[in-house]
Structure formats: structure tokens, C-alpha cells
């Protein structure tokens, strides 16, 4: 039977409207073989968690520029819990700073991909991740 | 510009060159590597002689500066006469952290200011709405209402230095905002001048800021025209821009054929007012980008002002030379910075802006180290700022206009681009316009494939960046970053509160409902909107009214 093929959104939650990474991300998780979806812009953590259920995804990768990280993570985070999504892999990109990654990573986004990662980096990670499973 | 006999002479020289000089060197020491490319992957020839230009006529292609077609420069003295005004894009946190901070540019010797505003503001949202929730201050400062308009531009003298605002489907309410605030100084619109960016169509292809579909999109943008050209003679309606459109991946040739693809389409739209071209023609502005490739970014902007000289007078008909001016702000590449060893993203934005300055331009900004970590600090911002004064004071490329001209190679690279624009406006056309090709996804799409192909070059090592994937150091570097004042979402609240509660909210409320009737309608809205302004409707509110009568844009999901 062939291997399932990991399956991920790739969502931009809040205002910002900097779609260049996540558009290239996007592009190269299909490149390696992976299902992608992606959201489109301005999504609320309520329709990026929506999207999540519906799409059944491996992973989330939340990707933003606006500095508003601080905010709207947990509530995604949180509102992955309450829906059962415990075991989904979350990502984060964008400009996120030093000093905020421990947060991040005590709410169970499992890797943050600042400018300059490169895409192979990032395909690994997942199929590190997923692969544990 | 060389004769026949002579160009004959030239490529029997070159080809025994290249049989007997070049080929034993490259016996010997084989090239780098086997293909060189810009920045756009593009790729670069060897060595550039008159064969490359030879279709090349002087008083035709390039002329003189200041007369048509303006390839070497819309000012016959250029730097010599006046130097670019140093414009810093600036914006964080309340108004008035913001006023602070163009006190502080303009005390260390910027000579023009640039407004950048917080999503929620560049939305159309009030800080205390819902949908701005986590974003106040993070990417430029809140401006609700004109009372937040007036701490912004409180003891800058509006009526000497010229104002930058990056601001789109909004812009019409920020500019009234601005006018009235002035004129609460007892200064009138006449003698304000100054940029609304107020570029949507590049918001759809690009940066992703809309509010409202094309339509009535449009008509705002013709409004302001309108009245710019009525009541503010001396301020720029539009800034046309590329900048984003490379930002979000574009290659230069790309960049340089959407945006003026827009900008004829800005043209028309005018046009079909009723408008006379030279009525608003020249208040139009351009925007670019100064990404890392010199001299691919010179022939850029060489070509942009050829093709909009050419295209105005010959296809729209404009009849004064000043319809005729490409006339543009430059600001470095932000996607060219890098996380890593952040002190580089200096030496980057001094050969960007040197690019910049080179390709004539009329104002410029250059980045901040620290941007791909944060805002800039003042001392980030401050070497930014200083990077321009060296350029201006030190470097004496300033000292003759447009020297780079006549350069085989810098010539048949601005041939080249606008070959390339040109191919782009015939297929544009052929979807409808710039317009029809959004609704199609077409720039989307082919500047998604370029960010890809960059980011591919990147990742395989075919493209180095310094410090990310080569040149790397095991010490991770640190620069003190930019503190936004934490209780200032706070103080911006209440006095959004406090506006509402002292205002004559009857008067408001009148005032929006005129606004809506003229929504409905055809009048120019921007007498309305001023008005509203005037009464202290707030950005929230009036971008309200507009969001029910023209409706919210979604865009097609492309990737």
C-alpha cells in the first residue's frame, strides 16, 4: 500500500497580507510530495481551526509578518485543543523574535521558521515530525 | 549610434578576440560558472560592446535630461540642481511615539516624512474594533481619527515639508484627516504637499491591502484625482508602486510592467471621468523598488521613465511635458535583508540606495539592519538615514547627471527591460487590461513562480546570500531592537473614547449619512469625506459606510 501522504495547512491568520512565504512554503511541502491547502489570507483562528477539522491535516504552519503572534497563536493553539487537535504538528514563520520562541513553543508550536530557512529545512522537519508518529 | 563600417570592424575584432585571447584564458581558467544571472535570473553576457546597442539613436532613446524622452533624468540638472528629498518610512505604536520619531529624523537631517500606518488603520478599523485585535502599533501607528492626525503632525510644519502617506483603500479618509488637520492650523489645502500612496490596484496583485472590490475602488482613486487637482495642486494623488509587487517576489522587469500597466490603467480610468489628461496627469508618482542587482536596477528605472514619456505622449496624448515625467520615490529591498548577521543589511541597502540614486531618483528610503528582526531602532534608522547623506555628500555621483549613459552594458540591459515590459503590456492587454488580468490571476501568478524560483536558487545553492547560505558564523549576533511603549493601545483607546464622547454626535451622524447617499450615487465623495472628518467620524466609522455600500473584496486563492 503506498505511504499516506502527510497532509497540511498552510494558513495566514490575522491582517497581514505578506503571502510570499507562505505561497513559496506552500509550493515546496508539494514539491516533497505533500498535500497542501492553503487558506488565503486574513483568516480568523476560528476558520484556520475549522479548516484544520475539515481538511484532517498532519500539520498547521501559521505563517506572519505583522508582529501580532502574540496574540492570535494562543488562541489557535488553544482552539486546536478544544477541538480534539492535540496531535496535529503546528509551524510557525515569519518574523517572529527570539525572545517570543519560548512562549511559542510552550503552547505546542513545534518549530518556527524565521526569514532565511531554507525550504529543504523545513520539508525535513516534517517528515522527522510526522515520521515519530 | 556608431556607423555600419564601424560596427563591421568592431565584430571582426571581437570574434578574433574571442578565437584567440579569450579562448586561451578560458583554456586555462575556466569561468565561475557556467551561466551569470541578475537578481531576476536574467542572464548576463560576458562582455557588452557597441554590437549590443547598435540600434541604440541618442536624441531618440535617450536625449537630454529634462526633455523627452527623460531616459537620463526628468531634470535637467538633476542631483546638481536638487537632491533626492531623504524621505524615512516611519510609523510604530501611538501618534505620538510617531511625531517623536520624525523629530528625531528630521533633527539628524531628513528633509521629507513618510507616514506608515498599523493594519487595522490600513484596513479601515478603529483600534478598538474586533478585527484589530493583537495589531495595534505593531506596523506603523494608529490613526483613528483627526484627533490622532493632529498629535501626529503636532510642531511639523505642514506647510514647508512635504508628507508621504502609505495608506491605500483608505487613503481618500486619511487624506482628508490630514487636510483638515492642517487647516485647523490655519493652513489652507492649496500649499500642502505631499504623497497619498493610494495605489489599489497593486494592492490586489501584491500587498494584499483592499478593503473593497475594484469598482468602487477605482472610482475613490479618480475622486481623488478630481479634487487633487481642483485643490491641492501641489500634492501627488497616487504613488504608483512596484515596490511591493517585487516584494512579493516580482522579478525587475516584472516589476517595472505592472506597474506601469497600472499605472495606464490609472490613466484611463481618469480619462473616462472626463477628466483631461493633463489635469491629473501630473500629480501621478511612481514608487519603486532597489533590489540587490546595480545595474539591473538602473536600467530599470532608465527604461521606466522612457516607456512612461512615450506611452503618455503617444497613447493617452498628453500634451504637457509634465504628464509626461516619471517622477518616483525608491526604497531599498526589505526582502533583500537577512535575520542573520543583521550588520550586513548595511553594506546591502548603501549599494541598493547608490542604484537608486543613480537611476535618478527624486526621493528615496533606505531600510534600517534591524528590519527583518523588528521596526528600526533610532540607531538603526539613524545609519540608515546616514547611508543617504554619505551617498549625497561623499560619494560624487551626484556631481554629473545620469552618468552611467552610454555604457554598452548598462544601455542594452535598459533596452532589454523594456523589451520585457512591453511583451507583458500585449499580454495584459489581451486579458483586458490590468484590471481583467488580476481577475485572472495572471501577475499573481507569474510573480508567485518567480518568488519560487528565487527561493529554489537560494536553497540549491546556485544564489549565495551572505550569511544565510554561505559565509555563515557559529556567534549569533544580537542588535538592541525597537521597544514599542506597552500601555500605548491603552491611552489610544481612551482617547478614541473620549473623541466619540465629545464630539457632536448629531452632526456625525448627519455627516455619514450624506456620505452614504453620495456613496450611492456618483458625486466625488471626497467633499463628503471631509466633511466627516471635519465632524471627527472616525476611520472606522466612515470606512463603514463604504464597506456596506461598495462591499468587501475577496480575493481568488492562487498559489
Known amino acids: 500500500m503506498p505511504e499516506k501522504k502527510i497532509r497540511v495547512l498552510i494558513a495566514k491568520p490575522g491582517l497581514d497580507g505578506h503571502d510570499r512565504g507562505a505561497k513559496v512554503v506552500a509550493r515546496a511541502l508539494r514539491d516533497a510530495g505533500m498535500e497542501v491547502i492553503y487558506t488565503g489570507l486574513r483568516q480568523t483562528p476560528e476558520m484556520i481551526v475549522e479548516a484544520a477539522l475539515q481538511e484532517d491535516v498532519d500539520v498547521v504552519g501559521l505563517s506572519i509578518l505583522s508582529g501580532a503572534h502574540t496574540t492570535l497563536f494562543p488562541r489557535i493553539a488553544n482552539l486546536l485543543k478544544d477541538n480534539g487537535l492535540d496531535d496535529v504538528l503546528v509551524l510557525a514563520g515569519g518574523i517572529i523574535p527570539d525572545e517570543d520562541v519560548p512562549a511559542l513553543n510552550e503552547l505546542g508550536v513545534r518549530g518556527i521558521f524565521g526569514p532565511g530557512t531554507s525550504t529543504e529545512k523545513i520539508v525535513k522537519f516534517i517528515e522527522e515530525e510526522i515520521g515519530k508518529r | ?559
Not at chain 2, 286 to 293: E, K, R, V
Open chain 2, 1 to 559: 549610434m556608431f556607423e555600419k563600417e564601424k560596427l563591421a570592424e568592431i565584430k571582426e575584432e571581437l570574434d578574433k578576440w574571442e578565437e584567440t585571447t579569450l579562448q586561451k584564458t578560458l583554456n586555462r581558467f575556466p569561468e565561475r560558472r557556467d551561466t551569470f544571472i541578475t537578481t531576476s535570473s536574467a542572464p548576463v553576457e560576458r562582455l557588452y560592446t557597441p554590437l549590443d546597442i547598435a540600434g541604440l539613436d541618442y536624441e531618440r532613446d535617450l536625449g537630454f535630461p529634462g526633455q523627452y524622452p527623460f531616459t537620463r533624468g526628468v531634470h535637467p540638472t538633476m542631483h546638481r540642481g536638487r537632491l533626492w528629498t531623504m524621505r524615512m518610512f516611519a510609523g510604530f505604536g501611538t501618534a505620538e511615539e510617531t511625531n517623536a520619531r520624525y523629530k528625531y529624523l528630521l533633527e539628524h537631517g531628513e528633509t521629507g516624512l513618510s507616514v506608515a500606518f498599523d493594519m487595522p488603520t490600513l484596513y479601515g478599523y478603529d483600534t478598538d474594533d474586533p478585527q484589530a485585535e493583537g495589531e495595534f502599533g505593531k506596523c506603523g501607528v494608529a490613526v483613528s481619527s483627526l484627533a490622532d492626525m493632529e498629535l501626529l503632525f503636532d510642531d511639523i510644519p505642514v506647510d514647508e515639508i512635504t508628507t508621504s502617506m502609505t495608506i491605500n483603500s483608505p487613503a481618500a479618509v486619511t487624506w482628508a484627516m490630514y487636510i483638515a488637520a492642517a487647516e485647523k492650523r490655519g493652513i489652507p489645502m492649496e500649499v500642502l504637499g505631499g504623497t497619498i500612496q493610494n495605489d489599489i490596484l497593486k494592492e490586489y496583485v501584491a500587498q494584499k491591502e483592499f478593503i473593497f472590490p475594484p469598482k468602487p475602488s477605482m472610482r475613490l482613486v479618480v475622486d481623488t484625482f478630481e479634487f487633487g487637482a481642483r485643490h491641492l495642486p501641489k500634492w501627488n494623488t497616487i504613488s504608483i508602486s512596484g515596490y511591493h509587487i517585487r516584494e512579493a517576489g516580482a522579478t525587475a522587469a516584472q516589476e517595472l510592467a505592472f506597474t506601469l500597466a497600472d499605472g495606464f490603467e490609472y490613466v484611463k480610468a481618469g480619462m473616462e471621468r472626463g477628466l483631461d489628461v493633463d489635469e491629473f496627469a501630473p500629480r501621478l508618482s511612481f514608487f519603486f523598488n532597489a533590489h540587490n542587482d546595480f545595474f539591473e536596477e538602473i536600467a530599470k528605472y532608465r527604461a521606466a521613465r522612457r516607456i512612461w514619456a512615450r506611452e503618455m505622449r503617444e497613447r493617452f496624448g498628453a500634451k504637457n511635458p509634465r504628464s509626461w515625467w516619471m517622477r518616483f520615490h525608491t526604497q531599498t529591498a526589505g526582502c533583500s535583508l537577512t535575520a542573520q548577521q543583521p550588520e550586513n543589511n548595511i553594506v546591502r541597502t548603501a549599494i541598493q540606495a547608490l542604484a537608486a540614486v543613480l537611476g535618478g531618483t527624486q526621493s528615496l528610503h533606505t531600510n534600517s539592519m534591524d528590519e527583518a528582526l523588528a521596526l528600526p531602532s533610532e540607531s538603526a534608522v539613524r545609519i540608515a538615514l546616514r547611508t543617504q547623506q554619505i551617498i549625497a555628500h561623499e560619494s560624487g555621483v551626484v556631481n554629473t547627471v545620469d552618468p552611467l549613459a552610454g555604457s554598452y552594458f548598462v544601455e542594452a540591459l535598459t533596452n532589454r527591460m523594456e523589451e520585457e515590459a512591453y511583451e507583458y503590456f500585449r499580454k495584459i492587454e489581451s486579458l483586458g487590461g490590468m484590471l481583467g488580468a488580476i481577475e485572472r490571476g495572471f501577475p499573481q501568478r507569474e510573480i508567485a513562480e518567480s518568488a519560487y524560483r528565487y527561493q529554489r536558487e537560494i536553497d540549491t545553492g546556485q544564489r549565495t546570500v551572505v550569511g544565510v547560505n554561505d559565509y555563515l558564523t557559529e556567534e549569533h549576533v544580537t542588535i538592541p531592537l525597537l521597544e514599542i511603549d506597552r500601555e500605548g493601545e491603552q491611552r489610544q483607546r481612551e482617547r478614541l473614547a473620549r473623541v466619540r464622547r465629545e464630539r457632536d454626535n448629531e452632526l456625525v451622524a448627519q455627516r455619514l449619512e450624506a456620505l452614504r447617499e453620495a456613496a450611492q450615487g456618483t458625486d466625488n465623495l471626497m467633499p463628503y469625506i471631509l466633511d466627516a472628518v471635519r465632524a471627527y467620524a472616525t476611520l472606522g466609522e466612515i470606512c463603514g459606510v463604504f464597506r456596506e455600500v461598495f462591499g468587501e473584496y475577496r480575493e481568488p486563492v492562487i498559489l
